[in-house]
């Protein structure tokens, strides 16, 4: 079983910056594919970013309406993965999750969120 746990969002005006942690217990780490998705009120729950290790690289992707502002990172020694968003614009308001998959396979493990406001 895999727990994940959320940490560093709050509420930070349009242009600002907010760096958002998750901490997992999973003892392979490594081998997981990390990924932070939101959901907006109202909304569906939507893909931000994620990212895989292939043993000696990192290979990150993003949602278009993300790419160039947020920055995924992770280590693998502390079993931590970071969301670094920047440019922060009032539509990126919502709760994000950090979620964990087994190499090939869906996201299965999720935290519990943590909040971001975004003020105009």
């Known amino acids: 079983q895999v727990q994940l746990v959320e940490s560093g969002g709050g509420l930070v005006q349009a242009g600002g910056s907010l760096r958002l942690s998750c901490a997992a217990s999973?003892?392979?780490?490594?081998?997981?594919?990390m990924g932070w998705f939101r959901q907006a009120p109202g909304k569906e729950r939507e893909f931000v970013a994620r990212?895989?290790?292939?043993?000696?690289?990192?290979?990150?992707a993003y949602a278009d309406s993300v790419k160039g502002r947020f920055t995924i990172s992770r280590d693998n020694a502390k079993n931590m993965v970071y969301l670094q968003m920047n440019s922060l614009k009032p539509e990126d308001t919502a709760v994000y999750y950090c979620?964990?998959?087994?190499?090939?396979?869906?996201?299965?493990?999720w935290g519990q969120g943590t909040q971001v406001t975004v003020s105009s």
């Open positions: 990212i895989r290790w292939s043993g000696t690289i990192t290979d990150p």
């Open positions: 979620a964990g998959a087994s190499s090939g396979g869906e996201y299965k493990y």
């Open positions: 999973a003892r392979t780490f490594s081998t997981y594919v």
